[in-house]
């Protein structure tokens, strides 16, 4: 164990050092200080009633998951592609595996360190930026509401150890840390832009367009909102129903279901709903994150410790 958190001190002093780390939580600061302006618009938008002011709070959430869901994957694939790719570039893992030191608890050294930085990084950023960008904007946030916004914090981990994971895995099977690098990139933009669209795609291939609706002459609003026609509203929830099953296997749709989940609230009252009504109707999220990271760390342990080091 001593070994393990010696690897483990090291990667994190080496990345608390560097100017990449520090520039993804600055990024995560940006991302919210920017979404207060999209706040701002809903609080004058809403008001201050009670629907105004959920409205405000599901706003300000939506930020944050959208903040978390984009740069969280960067921070996973950051800390992951270079783990050994980068010291086998630099001929210094023969060094490294020629002292007292088993492979898998270089493994697990990096594997604690990366899992402190990135909780590191996900709460150092998320209290410093809510705060700012509630008091930039005067939101009413209650307890529960920030209680639940830090609840974020949870799914976020696990979708920044799922691309951790993936990019670990790829920097064992690479021989330079760019090469690692790429296949990561390429795989998030494949799970982040290119997925929705297919699935989008062939949910209307499937479904064809959307009925006809007739719309009132010289209306200034075709229908309020939750009063659309019943056969639009089933198309779209076939729509959705369809794009959800494409992407079922998709880290990043998993954590969006998730995160969206926690913020929701219950019709009678508008009170949130409990959670464990929320991870009982929304545990294969958590199975298929959970699935992404216990995979992928297994194949790296199973390819490094079976990998000749030539360099």
């Known amino acids: 164990m001593e070994k393990i958190l010696v690897v483990a001190?090291?990667?994190?002093?080496?990345?608390?050092?560097?100017?990449?780390?520090?520039?993804?939580?600055?990024?995560f600061v940006?991302?919210?200080?920017?979404?207060?302006?999209?706040?701002?618009?809903?609080?004058?938008?809403?008001g201050a009633t009670l629907a105004g002011r959920q409205r405000v709070v599901l706003?300000?959430?939506?930020?944050?998951?959208?903040?978390?869901a984009y740069i969280a994957p960067l921070l996973g694939i950051a800390l992951g592609f270079g783990a050994v790719a980068a010291e086998r570039e630099k001929g210094t893992i023969r060094l490294v595996l020629s002292r007292p030191i088993y492979r898998d608890d270089l493994l697990n050294g990096k594997l604690i360190a990366a899992v402190v930085l990135i909780v590191a990084a996900l709460a150092l950023s998320t209290l410093i930026a809510v705060p700012l960008?509630?008091?930039?904007?005067?939101?009413?946030?209650?307890?529960?509401?920030?209680?639940?916004?830090l609840l974020l914090l949870a799914p976020a981990?696990?979708?920044?150890?799922?691309?951790?994971?993936?990019?670990?895995?790829?920097?064992?099977?690479?021989?330079?840390?760019?090469h690692a690098l790429m296949v990561s990139l390429v795989?998030?933009?494949?799970?982040?832009?290119?997925?929705?669209?297919?699935?989008?795609?062939?949910a209307f291939h499937v479904l064809g367009p959307p009925p006809a609706i007739t719309f009132r002459p010289n209306a200034t609003r075709p229908f309020q909102p939750g009063q659309?026609?019943?056969?639009?509203?089933?198309?779209?929830?076939?729509?959705?129903?369809?794009?959800?099953?494409?992407?079922?296997a998709s880290p990043n749709a998993r954590f969006q279901e998730l995160s969206s989940a926690l913020f929701a609230t219950r019709q009678q009252t508008g009170a949130y709903e409990e959670l464990s009504k929320v991870l009982s109707s929304h545990w294969i999220d958590v199975a298929v994150l959970a699935a992404y990271i216990a995979a992928f760390l297994l194949l790296s342990y199973i390819f490094f410790l079976r990998r000749q080091e030539t360099r």
């Open 59 to 68: 706003q300000l959430s939506t930020n944050v998951v959208n903040a978390f």
């Open 133 to 149: 960008a509630v008091a930039l904007q005067g939101v009413n946030v209650t307890a529960e509401d920030f209680a639940r916004l």
């Open 187 to 202: 795989l998030w933009i494949f799970f982040t832009f290119v997925l929705p669209i297919v699935a989008s795609l062939i």
């Open 157 to 178: 981990l696990l979708l920044a150890l799922a691309y951790y994971s993936i990019s670990l895995f790829t920097s064992v099977n690479a021989s330079r840390s760019s």
């Open 228 to 248: 659309e026609p019943a056969q639009l509203r089933e198309y779209f929830q076939k729509y959705s129903q369809i794009v959800r099953t494409v992407q079922l």
């Open 30 to 46: 940006l991302f919210y200080v920017a979404s207060t302006y999209a706040i701002g618009f809903a609080i004058r938008g809403f």
């Open 9 to 27: 001190r090291k990667e994190v002093l080496e990345n608390l050092r560097s100017a990449r780390y520090w520039g993804l939580v600055a990024l």
